[in-house]
């Protein structure tokens, strides 16, 4: 809507010209749920499994990703040795910083990781950076 003056713009007025098209029925109203009860059960249903699905596909994937016995253990493109999986102990379990070094074991290690780097270094350069 374009006003032309700052009144039209303060104080607006209601459009005058009704059409007088019919109002859009409302839908009906349930008189009975029980009907209805099954439809949504299976809508349910289908819900949960595709929700429970994906995090079984999830948990599965990284159990996975942890059994990989093909871990490297240096990288040629950074030219420094990974990290190790860490040894356990009570006192690292208690303080955290056992799962700390899960983590840092993980990120160093992660399947396919060679390839990203070499991915990344080489869109790195063609956007300028050396």
């Known amino acids: 809507m ?13 459009n005058t010209q009704t059409n007088n098209k019919p109002r ?9 749920l029980k009907e209805y009860k099954p439809v949504i059960q299976k809508t349910r249903k289908k819900h949960i499994a595709k929700a429970a699905s994906f995090f079984v596909t999830l948990y599965l994937g990284t159990i996975l990703a942890f059994c990989i016995p093909l871990r490297p253990t240096y990288s040629d493109t ?11 102990t009570a ?6 910083d056992y799962f700390d070094d899960i983590s840092l074991w993980f990120s160093d ?21 050396s």
């Open 78 to 88: 950074e030219k420094r040795s990974l990290s190790e999986f860490p040894d356990f």
């Open 2 to 14: 374009i006003y032309n003056t700052p009144k039209e713009f303060l104080f607006r007025v209601p």
């Open 109 to 129: 290690t992660f399947p396919f990781r060679e390839g990203m780097t070499k991915a990344s270094t080489f869109l790195k350069s063609l956007s300028g950076f």
């Open 91 to 96: 006192e690292a379990f208690l303080t955290g």
């Open 24 to 32: 859009k029925k409302a839908p009906p109203k349930i008189k009975n």
